[in-house]
């Protein structure tokens, strides 16, 4: 078995979850869920995304050798820089339709990460507060300087 393998493997028993289930859930067969733990066929680029989501660690875990699962942000598959954003100062713009009002123009502190959803403190006009937004709503971020 490869390292690719064995971490797809121990996460998916880690989860409670068949090769059958997880088979399942990224629309391809027992035997290929069975070939990548094996080692002997790696799954394609376009799977991985999906595989480490399932999972709920990082792309960049799957990946490497060097980076542990304690290196993943919550688990759930939050880049490298987004983490490296974590504390940092940034103006947000999210796409059409998930536009969130008490965001609009104003500069915020990533304070955490949990799971899909990036925890937030925004100093607005009716002052500061926090909150929970989904990082899939977010269409750039702008790091502010000091």
Do not use: H
């Not at 999972?55 to 799957?62: E, I, N, R, T, Y």
């Not at 490497?64 to 103006?91: H, I, P, Q």
């Amino acid at each position: 078995m490869n390292e690719l393998g064995n971490k797809i493997a121990k996460k998916r028993k880690d989860i409670g979850m068949t090769q059958i289930e997880f088979a399942e859930k990224l629309s391809v067969t027992r035997q290929t869920v069975s070939r990548w733990e094996s080692g002997s066929v790696m799954p394609d680029i376009d799977k991985i995304s999906d595989i480490a989501a399932l999972l709920g660690v990082s792309c960049d875990f799957l990946l490497r050798d060097d980076v542990t699962e304690e290196n993943t942000v919550a688990g759930k598959g939050v880049s490298r820089l987004l983490r490296e954003a974590a504390g940092k100062m940034v103006r947000l713009s999210f796409f059409d339709g998930e536009a969130d009002v008490d965001l609009y123009d104003v500069d915020c502190r990533i304070l955490d990460f949990e799971g899909s959803w990036m925890k937030i403190e925004a100093y607005t006009k009716k002052g500061t507060i926090e909150k929970l937004i989904p990082i899939s709503s977010v269409r750039s971020m702008e790091v502010k300087e000091g």
